[in-house]
Every structure is written in structure tokens, then in C-alpha cells.
């Protein structure tokens, strides 16, 4: 069982490039999200999905846009990269109809935005 | 909204002596509570969680967290700390509608030998 996979580790952009980190899980999870980690700020909700078609913004979505067309997948894309992108991006999964249930991470993608 | 209140940005114990690790939170209603660890490089890892019932609740790797409803706290404790524990917890908040878990800045944990 994989669990929850993110690629790439790490990506290297220039300003005003776009990109798209990927994020699949494969425990039929509903409930999908995006996370940045920055130093001493902790992890920091970008966007997230409660199931297929269905995506909400978190505490830091501008910049960013996630669309969610299976269960399984959940991308997040940087339309027009800026430094202040930089950070390390984990995705994370669980089921949903509760907040108690319990998230599963990724490994998490570092990008560096020059 | 929820938020997460971590005070210590970093602490420092000796291999064998107790830790405790503070949080504290603001949520409207009952909250459901959680500690995660991150070793570095990696993803985290569920510690424990509170949803109800006792308020002591038990974890991996030897780890306690009590919910104190009157302190909106929900400290991590450790009686005996070893050289592997060193590492960043997270202290986290999910609403009841399921749809977002707020994480506090982090403590990293250093281990002195």
C-alpha cells in the first residue's frame, strides 16, 4: 500500500513559471489537502477537497489552484511562481465526515523559487 | 476559526529526563485534538489524538497528552526521553465539520546526551 505519493521531491523554478506538484493516494480517501511548511510557521492550510468536483480554499490559497477530478488525485498548480513559493509543500489524506479522523501524509515536495 | 498556539519554538532535555510539550487552542466547540512528530526530511506521523472521553490519552512510542478543557490546552508529555525523540511535534486542531486541521508553528526537540 503506497499510501499518499507527491512528485517531484524537488523542483527548482524561476520566477513566473508554472508548475504542478502532484499528489495521489490510494486508500479511497475523500478528503484531499495541501500544506506549506515554512520555519517557524508550521504547516499552513493551501486549499483542500472533500471528495470529486468539490475544492475549498484554506488559511494561504492565493498563488495557488487545485482542481480534483478522481479520488485519487489531487494537484496543486503554481500558475506564475514567486520567491515567497518557496517552501515545502506536503499533500495529505483521510477520510472524510469527520475532523476527527486522522491525516496521512506524503513525503512532501521542497521548491525553491529563484 | 480554530487556531494553535505552540509557545516554545525549540527545547532542549537530557536522554532520560521528562518532557512536556505545550499547546494551546481556540475552537468553538469541542475540539478534536491531535500531536504529530517530523523527523527530518520526512513526512509526520500521528502521535496520539483527543476526540472525547478520557482525558489522558495514550500514544505511540510512550507519549501522553492530556485535554484540559478550562486551559484549552492539550500538552504532550513524555517521562523519559530518548536520543530518537529528537525531532519537531506539531500540535493540531480539526473543526467538527471535518473539514480543516489547523497545525501550531511546531517545538522542535533536542536531545542531549
Known amino acids: 500500500n503506497a499510501g499518499v505519493t507527491q512528485t517531484p521531491k524537488f523542483q527548482v523554478l524561476k520566477t513566473g513559471q508554472s508548475m504542478t506538484l502532484q499528489c495521489a493516494q490510494d486508500?479511497?480517501?475523500?478528503?484531499m489537502s495541501w500544506y506549506r511548511q515554512d520555519p517557524g510557521m508550521g504547516l499552513r492550510l493551501i486549499h483542500y477537497?472533500?471528495?470529486?468536483?468539490?475544492?475549498d480554499q484554506g488559511e494561504v490559497p492565493n498563488g495557488y489552484n487545485v482542481s480534483r477530478s478522481t479520488t485519487e488525485d489531487f494537484p496543486l498548480r503554481l500558475l506564475s511562481a514567486a520567491p515567497s513559493q518557496t517552501s515545502v509543500y506536503f499533500c495529505?489524506?483521510?477520510?472524510?465526515?469527520?475532523?476527527?479522523?486522522?491525516?496521512?501524509f506524503g513525503a512532501g515536495s521542497r521548491l525553491t523559487v529563484l | 476559526a480554530q487556531s494553535v498556539t505552540q509557545p516554545d519554538i525549540h527545547i532542549t532535555v537530557s536522554e532520560g529526563a521528562s518532557l512536556e510539550l505545550r499547546c494551546n487552542y481556540s475552537y468553538g466547540a469541542t475540539p478534536y485534538l491531535f500531536w504529530y512528530v517530523q523527523s527530518p526530511g520526512q513526512g509526520l506521523q500521528l502521535l496520539l489524538k483527543?476526540?472525547?472521553?478520557?482525558?489522558l490519552v495514550q500514544g505511540i512510542k510512550g507519549f501522553e497528552a492530556e485535554f484540559k478543557r478550562s486551559q484549552s490546552s492539550f500538552n504532550l508529555r513524555k517521562p523519559s526521553v530518548h536520543w530518537s525523540d529528537a525531532a519537531e511535534y506539531f500540535c493540531?486542531?480539526?473543526?467538527?465539520?471535518?473539514?480543516?486541521?489547523?497545525f501550531g508553528a511546531g517545538t522542535r526537540l533536542f536531545v542531549k546526551a
Open positions: 495529505a489524506s483521510r477520510r472524510t465526515g469527520s475532523g476527527a479522523n486522522v491525516l496521512t
Open positions: 486508500m479511497n480517501h475523500e478528503y
Open positions: 483527543y476526540f472525547s472521553g478520557d482525558t
Open positions: 493540531a486542531v480539526g473543526d467538527t465539520g471535518g473539514f480543516k486541521t489547523i
Open positions: 477537497s472533500v471528495g470529486a468536483g468539490i475544492t
